[in-house]
């Protein structure tokens, strides 16, 4: 069933559990998220990429995603990630997403907070709910994000930033990486606890691709109720593209694509159970 952003979270949080927010492209990634959930029975978040549109038309990704959803046995809401442009997130408004990022992450903290109230005021006449990030995220390996500082969110400014802005969900840095970790991670656990006892807003967590699974764990006890993922599944898609060519170079796309999506439905649900807390 399609459906908001906000009620899969508001699920989230009744359960103690993370909703997957899988970064989707095209219609195999989308299937492949859909029918994981479906095997877990547990609501997911179709996550479009602003970088995505000039590969994959966000009207049409939109469309394809609804018709799926309206499908599926499980809750499954659209989100546009990672999204600078204003005319960007008009048009995904238009197009029927039920949640939006607006990345003012690079910008001074007052012109972050600025802009995205510019954002949140139009998302929410058209009620679309709106995630923004306070910190920036450092790139890891193998991701297509742009580069971040590593600059983590400070629990104050968390808090000045959601008063003044209204916004619905924050994307908090704790030391996860867009992309799979080069070293160690290190995962700033704490600063869960102190933004909770600042905001009643929901929390979200990028860069969920090589994250431990006792900090996933963690984080989820402490409040985290979307985590995003792209580059593990990326991996494993272009892994299994490239055992099928091997074996048959003349391969037809179809069993190419076939076997690429049952690849990434596998690992997603695996994700999906990780994230039940169970």
Do not use: W
Not at 54 to 69: D, G, P, Q, R, S
Not at 267 to 278: D, G, I, P
């Amino acid at each position: 069933m399609f459906t908001t952003t906000k009620d899969v979270l508001a699920y989230a949080e009744k359960t103690n559990t993370a909703i997957a927010a899988f970064n989707c492209y095209n219609a195999e990634t989308i299937q492949a998220a859909v029918k994981a959930a479906e095997n877990q029975q547990q609501p997911v978040i179709i996550a479009y990429g602003e970088r995505y549109k000039e590969y994959m038309n966000l009207e049409a990704f939109a469309a394809f995603t609804k018709v799926i959803a309206e499908q599926a046995s499980v809750d499954v809401a659209l989100h546009l990630d990672h999204s600078y442009e204003f005319e960007t997130i008009r048009r995904a408004v238009h197009a029927g997403f039920t949640s939006v990022m607006f990345d003012g992450s690079a910008l001074s903290l007052e012109e972050n907070i600025k802009q995205t109230k510019e954002v949140v005021d139009f998302a929410h006449e058209h009620g679309v709910d709106v995630e923004a990030e306070i910190g920036s995220m450092q790139k890891g390996a193998f991701s297509d994000e742009e580069e971040g500082d590593g600059r983590l969110t400070d629990p104050d400014e968390a808090a000045d930033f959601v008063k003044k802005t209204n916004v619905d969900f924050l994307a908090a840095s704790i030391g996860t990486v867009h992309g799979m970790y080069d070293g160690d991670p290190e995962i700033r656990l704490d600063l869960l606890d102190a933004l909770k006892e600042r905001i009643d807003t929901p929390l979200v967590l990028h860069g969920g691709s090589g994250t431990p699974e006792k900090e996933v764990l963690q984080a989820i006890e402490k409040g985290i109720r979307k985590i995003n993922v792209n580059t593990e599944i990326s991996l494993t898609a272009v892994e299994t593209i490239t055992e099928t060519v091997d074996k048959n170079p003349k391969a037809h796309l179809s069993v190419v694509m076939e076997n690429a999506q049952k690849a990434m439905s596998n690992h997603m649900e695996k994700v999906v159970t990780l994230y039940k807390n169970k």
